[in-house]
């Protein structure tokens, strides 16, 4: 365990794992290790260790579900938080006797969150069915899709500053954009949520409705982090063009590097096979954006989260 960063959490009530292999957390399931992984029991915990690590200049990246990340295959330095104790997962309908609110925490499932709320006949999650990955990393990417996204439903939003103060914004003060929002702090610990009690068979119906459509229209059976690509906006109708679209255009549907390819179910995923490297993922990244730059003059933004030793997460101000 690296020494000078000991002193940051002995202290505190956290789970330590050295020499994590963090890799196989994420939904691709490939890359390799942290130097320390930690997992805090409570808020104050979380508090006391973002602090410490900002002001100690020692990088701290957050894992949520892994769904929208790639772990490059050598360690990744500093600490990685994993928000996966109760009370940091944990889910309270009405807190302080507000009617129809759900308070999140930001380690909550959210399919489990959305089953959870779908049962009780409370809608406003419907959108993000099919969606993987936990409250705080939902938020984070404003994770969505043609039927809506995470922040349609979102009335505040809690965080932690980089000085280890709560911080809660209203729903008035967030903007969320297309796979971003304009947080800027580094760790969100809980969100609320309007909903709206509706009748649970047709509620139901509605969500499964749009998961068949995901289901058929995404491989969500394979190891992936979603669509690998934001969309462009097209310069002349000012509007979004599907990445899907222009990788299929180039040519590039079933491009494979190792163990690493494109699928053929939707151009935009790149999926891996169970031996694959991430530096396989990393290249046929790479050779996408290099290509359809090549076929059309179209720069494709990442979409997946690359971590990578010695390179910090994006900071939120990046996604500004
Ligand atoms: C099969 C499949 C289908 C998908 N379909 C969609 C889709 O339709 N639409 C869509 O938008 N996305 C989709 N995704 C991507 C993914 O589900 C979303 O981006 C999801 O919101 C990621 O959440 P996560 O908790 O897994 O975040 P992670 O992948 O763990 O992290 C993503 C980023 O968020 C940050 N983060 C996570 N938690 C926090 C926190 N508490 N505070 C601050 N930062 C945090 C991480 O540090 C990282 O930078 C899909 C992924 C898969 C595998």
Same mark, same amino acid.
């Given at each position: 365990?690296? #020494? ?73 330095? #500093? ?230 030793? #010695? ?10």
């Amino acid at each position: 365990m690296p #020494g000078s960063s000991t002193s940051l959490f002995s202290d505190l009530d956290v789970e330590v794992t050295p020499d994590a292999q963090i890799g196989n957390m994420t939904w691709y399931g490939v890359g390799g290790r942290a130097d320390l992984l930690l997992r805090p029991h409570h808020t104050r915990a979380l508090r006391e260790l973002v602090k410490r690590c900002y002001r100690s200049s020692t990088p701290l990246r957050v894992l949520g579900g892994g769904a929208n990340l790639l772990v490059a295959d050598e360690s990744i330095d #500093g600490i990685v938080v994993r928000l996966d104790q109760p009370e940091l997962r944990s889910i309270t309908y009405n807190p302080s006797g507000e009617a129809r609110i759900l308070r999140a925490a930001a380690g909550a499932d959210l399919a489990r969150t959305l089953m959870d709320t779908t049962r009780r006949g409370l809608g406003g999650l419907g959108q993000m069915a099919g969606i993987p990955g936990t409250i705080g990393g939902a938020i984070r990417m404003n994770a969505g899709g043609v039927y809506g996204s995470i922040g349609d439903s979102v009335r505040s939003v809690t965080c932690i500053t980089r000085r280890g103060d709560l911080v809660t914004y209203p729903a008035s003060e967030l903007h969320f954009e297309y796979r971003r929002t304009n947080i800027p702090d580094p760790l969100i610990v809980s969100a609320t949520f309007d909903l709206l009690p509706t009748d649970p068979i047709a509620l139901r119906r509605r969500v499964k409705e749009i998961f068949a459509f995901k289901k058929s229209t995404q491989p969500l059976a394979d190891s992936s982090a979603g669509c690998a690509f934001k969309n462009p906006i097209d310069p002349i109708t000012e509007e979004r063009v599907s990445a899907g679209r222009l990788i299929e255009e180039a040519g590039l549907k079933g491009l494979a590097v190792g163990g690493a390819s494109i699928s053929h179910h939707h151009a935009n995923f790149i999926v891996a096979k169970p031996l694959a490297r991430a530096e396989d993922v990393l290249q046929v990244l790479e050779l996408v954006r290099r290509r359809v730059y090549e076929h059309c003059g179209v720069e494709l933004e990442r979409e997946v989260v690359v971590w990578r030793r #010695g390179e910090e997460d994006e900071s939120p101000e990046e996604r500004l």
